[in-house]
T-cell receptor
Framework: GAVVSQHPSRVICKSGTSVKIECRSL??????MFWYRQFPKQSLMLMAT?????????EQGVEKDKFLINHASLTLSTLTVTSAHPEDSSFYIC??????????????FGEGSRLTVL | GQNIDQPTEMTATEGAIVQINCTYQ??????LFWYQQHAGEAPTFLSY??LDGLEEKGRFSSFLSRSKGYSYLLLKELQMKDSASYLC??????????WGAGTKLIIKP
């Protein structure tokens, strides 16, 4: 199946700093990527849909200025958590949808990035 | 509104069979996904159903009834490594996934 790589897998930062997480589709072009946040023992919460070459679509309640998303190419989307605070500590996961043939639009997930803000 | 329901937790014995149920209500429907997620890891794809019926893939099978808004994931010959959370997700008319909260499956020897 398709491969999505996410980096870094773990990051610890000080409060007030910014952290960038990268999501790459390694063997297919992804015009759309998704960013999720997952709290312990809870389901995935969609934060935003990242569209190549255009602005991301944010879900209700997600701060656009805090969670900056850039989808500059067909294989790379980035999520930047700006001025991070301890409450931003979470597991962030990206996914990309395979082309709607064969895999029936299956979502492939990155490995996830665990952010800890001190 | 859109909603996915699945049990919070289930327990089963190694070597046995377990069925995890999922009911959904979505605006339009473009398929039902099952994902497996081990603690601290990202989800991995298990199955996709868009037509009624049973899809078998090794030890795992998935069933869909569109008229009932119902799906189940069947796991046979359970192994200890099957201990994980199983996420049900329905794709709506906008091709967005609506996620269930996940079913934590505990396998006992």
């Amino acid at each position: 199946g398709a491969v999505v790589s996410q980096h870094p897998s773990r990051v610890i930062c000080k409060s007030g700093t910014s952290v960038k997480i990268e999501c790459r589709s390694l063997d297919f072009q992804a015009t759309t990527m998704f960013w999720y946040r997952q709290f312990p023992k809870q389901s995935l919460m969609l934060m935003a849909t990242s569209n190549e070459g255009s602005k991301a679509t944010y879900e209700q309640g997600v701060e656009k200025d805090k969670f900056l998303i850039n989808h500059a190419s067909l294989t790379l989307s980035t999520l930047t958590v700006t001025s991070a605070h301890p409450e931003d500590s979470s597991f962030y996961i990206c996914s990309a949808r395979a082309p709607l043939t064969g895999d029936a639009g299956e979502l492939f997930f990155g490995e996830g990035s665990r952010l800890t803000v001190l | 509104g859109q909603n996915i329901d699945q049990p919070t937790e289930m327990t089963a014995t190694e070597g046995a069979i377990v069925q995890i149920n999922c009911t959904y209500q979505t605006s339009g429907f473009n398929g039902l996904f099952w994902y497996q997620q081990h603690a601290g890891e990202a989800p991995t794809f298990l199955s996709y159903n868009v037509l009624d019926g049973l899809e078998e893939k090794g030890r795992f099978s998935s069933f869909l009834s569109r008229s009932k808004g119902y799906s189940y994931l069947l796991l046979k010959e359970l192994q200890m490594k099957d201990s994980a959370s199983y996420l049900c997700a329905a794709m709506d008319s906008n091709y967005q996934l609506i996620w269930g909260a996940g079913t934590k499956l505990i396998i006992k020897p």
